[in-house]
T-cell receptor, first 110, second 114 residues
Framework: KNEVEQSPQNLTAQEGEFITINCSYSVGISALHWLQQHPGGGIVSLFMLSSGKKKHGRLIATINIQEKHSSLHITASHPRDSAVYICAANYGGSQGNLIFGKGTKLSVKP | NAGVTQTPKFRILKIGQSMTLQCTQDMNHNYMYWYRQDPGMGLKLIYY???????DKGEVPNGYNVSRSTTEDFPLRLELAAPSQTSVYFC?????????????FGPGTRLTVL
């Protein structure tokens, strides 16, 4: 069964800390997505990865195809980074259908 | 661009009632999706469409129907509401421009079935 597992489920950090959220998946994905769900419920796509590493501002996403693992890093975390971060895998097919992890709830304290 | 819009934002239904959740996008995307999000669970795909006139079932289609008569609109129909359909529903469209692959989500509809 194609699954996506995220860890940790919940994460509390102090402002300025370096954050890492992990995602593991089964074989055969064509792409891995990271999304952010704001406290108000809105969902925004952050990254789509099929290999290597991508960076946008203080956010960095990496993927290791051999180990079937991806990480999302936040440098110099800020309270406004508080959100749920969701990993989702495209298990192939041009339809773009995604299997989602349950999310990691991040709270950054000032 | 308004992006992806959904109506209504909130709705309470009685068991057995029916309703349509509306979704519209103004980005001319061919791919559109309906998801449901239950507390503590990952988003689940209900139905998707790869273009006007073409729809297909996702992971959890039972109790729902969709249509796609235009590129812009992708309504989701609940025929006989059940408490198990209490959830937050998100519509999304997919942008494949410039070699990318990004889904844009609507703000969601919170549905309660009593």
């Amino acid at each position: 069964k194609n699954e996506v597992e995220q860890s940790p489920q919940n994460l509390t950090a102090q402002e300025g800390e370096f954050i890492t959220i992990n995602c593991s998946y089964s074989v055969g994905i064509s792409a891995l997505h990271w999304l952010q769900q704001h406290p108000g419920g809105g969902i925004v796509s952050l990254f789509m990865l099929s290999s290597g590493k991508k960076k946008h501002g203080r956010l960095i996403a990496t993927i290791n195809i051999q180990e079937k693992h991806s990480s999302l890093h936040i440098t110099a975390s800020h309270p406004r980074d508080s959100a749920v971060y969701i990993c989702a895998a495209n298990y192939g097919g041009s339809q773009g259908n995604l299997i989602f992890g349950k999310g990691t709830k991040l709270s950054v304290k000032p | 661009n308004a992006g992806v819009t959904q109506t209504p934002k909130f709705r309470i239904l009685k068991i057995g009632q029916s309703m349509t959740l509306q979704c519209t996008q103004d980005m001319n995307h061919n791919y559109m999706y309906w998801y449901r999000q239950d507390p503590g669970m990952g988003l689940k795909l209900i139905y998707y469409s790869v273009g006007a006139g073409i729809t297909d079932k996702g992971e959890v289609p039972n109790g729902y129907n969709v249509s796609r008569s235009t590129t812009e609109d992708f309504p989701l129909r609940l025929e006989l509401a059940a408490p198990s359909q209490t959830s937050v529903y998100f519509c999304a469209s997919r942008d494949l421009a410039r070699g990318g692959d990004t889904q844009y989500f609507g703000p969601g509809t919170r549905l309660t079935v009593l």
